[in-house]
């Protein structure tokens, strides 16, 4: 069984930082892209950024510049580190990955459970 874990969360002033992990576990074969996403109250779940297994990334035009995403491939393992927070990027944070699994002949869309971030003073 594949899962996603997330962790780093927390309560953080405006202008401040968290970094972000995304565990992958299990009987895993391959990870292709992996991203991470956000989801605030009353909104609809949006793109963060994104990370293919090239290591080439996306990001969305609110964090260009003060969000960096990474990964390591020998962990499965993304990062997300987080600079100079603002209130509106609170929301809950889901990673998300492209997952074959062992002895399964497709890959599969995976999401992690969601950690909470908020930016407050």
């Known amino acids: 069984q594949v899962q996603l874990v997330e962790s780093g969360g927390g309560l953080v002033q405006p202008g401040g930082s968290l970094r972000l992990s995304c565990a992958a576990s299990?009987?895993?074969?391959?990870?292709?892209?992996m991203g991470w996403y956000r989801q605030a109250p009353g909104k609809q779940r949006e793109l963060v950024a994104t990370?293919?297994?090239?290591?080439?990334?996306n990001y969305a035009d609110s964090v260009k510049g003060r969000f960096t995403i990474s990964r390591d491939n020998a962990k499965n393992t993304m990062y997300l580190q987080m600079n100079s927070l603002k209130p509106e990027d609170t929301a809950v944070y889901y990673c998300n990955a492209r997952i074959r699994a062992r002895h399964v002949p497709t890959t599969l869309d995976y999401w992690g459970q969601g950690t909470q971030v908020t930016v407050s003073s």
């Open positions: 990370i293919a297994s090239s290591g080439i990334t």
């Open positions: 299990g009987s895993i074969f391959s990870i292709g892209g």
